[in-house]
């Protein structure tokens, strides 16, 4: 049984005939361009800060080495650091959920906070994004006691800071939504035909019917 990732679950909500392609059929597309590096590499220099390892030698360009600023300014780098680009997962209900966090850290009031970094754009509801969703459902059962566990994003193109905290409502939403999409899954056995204005910029529009 597949752990299903929040980009996999992410892309079915997107287009389930873009995750029949991806994920169902294998046929992978990659994109690869400069807002990808850029994030590569600051997520490679934040995890070696975290680490607790040198960064000195690290040659940054200009666009880097703002971003870099962002972070350091954060009061999160000044936590305790529990996990580093750190694989998670866990069951709910028979279906497998994980991914790969970028950190987890917390203060010394037992509040952790899961980050994620992003170059690109937060989430326009972050609250029921997927990544959202498993990376606390997951560190909610690996952590088991906490006082709070927050998911952050931080946006190190404009310094936003959007901060989910997990509850027992949210929690009971978010299983829901797991279950939903995992059972609607199931039943993707060809591509369904969707067509809207995101089409033309897809990767997979020449092969889709």
């Known amino acids: 049984m597949p752990i299903y990732s929040p980009q996999m ?6 287009c389930p005939a873009k ?16 807002t990808f590096i850029l994030g590569k590499n600051i997520h490679a220099l934040a995890s070696y800060h975290l680490k607790g390892q ?27 650091t529990i996990q580093v680009e750190s694989n998670i997962s866990c069951k709910i209900n028979n279906i497998w959920i994980g ?5 987890l850290v917390k203060n010394e009031n037992d509040e952790y906070y899961i980050l994620d970094y992003k170059t690109g754009q937060i989430p326009k509801t972050p609250e029921y994004d997927f990544q959202t969703i498993i990376y606390l459902l997951c560190c909610d059962l690996l952590i088991k006691n906490y006082r709070s566990l927050n998911f952050v994003y ?5 310094g936003e800071e959007k901060n989910i905290k997990l509850t027992e409502q949210l929690k ?12 609607n899954i199931q039943k993707l056995y060809q591509p369904p035909i969707i067509k809207n204005e995101k089409c033309n910029r897809c990767t997979y529009q020449k092969i889709c019917v």
């Open 9 to 14: 679950l992410n892309t079915y909500t997107e």
């Open 19 to 34: 995750y029949y392609f991806r994920y169902i059929k294998n046929i992978n597309i990659p994109q690869l361009d400069n």
């Open 54 to 80: 040198d960064i000195s030698l690290f040659t940054l360009s200009e666009k880097e080495q703002e971003m870099w600023n962002t972070l350091l300014m954060l009061k999160y780098f000044k936590y305790k």
């Open 99 to 103: 991914g790969r966090i970028d950190a």
């Open 154 to 158: 931080l946006n190190l193109k404009t």
């Open 172 to 183: 009971h939403k978010y299983i829901e939504k797991i279950e939903e999409t995992y059972n």
